[in-house]
């Protein structure tokens, strides 16, 4: 269960991301709703820290290792901080 959890968790980040590709800002007081300009926006401010937090580590590095039965238990403090 703590994988479905897992995969669950990413899913919801992952959308999260793609979200705020569409979610309108505030510029100077005005909404800013022009697609383009949003992605701008969001690529500038907040995006590195989103995709770095919703990108799963202990898997990938899991899988890089080749052996699925080996969990890094040093990695599961990612999972704490997306939360």
């Known amino acids: 269960t703590d994988y479905v959890w897992d995969i669950m968790l990413d899913c919801i980040f992952c959308c999260d991301v793609l979200l705020n590709f ?5 510029v100077d007081g005005k ?3 022009d697609m ?3 992605a701008k926006l969001y690529v500038k ?9 919703s990108f799963p ?16 238990s040093g990695l599961g403090f990612v ?5």
């Open 22 to 26: 569409c979610t309108a800002a505030i």
């Open 31 to 33: 909404y800013v709703t």
């Open 36 to 38: 383009r300009r949003i």
């Open 45 to 53: 401010s907040w995006f590195a820290i989103d995709v770095a937090g």
């Open 57 to 72: 580590f202990d898997r990938a590095v899991t899988a890089a290792m080749g052996d699925g039965n080996n969990r890094i």
């Open 79 to 83: 999972r704490v901080i997306k939360i």
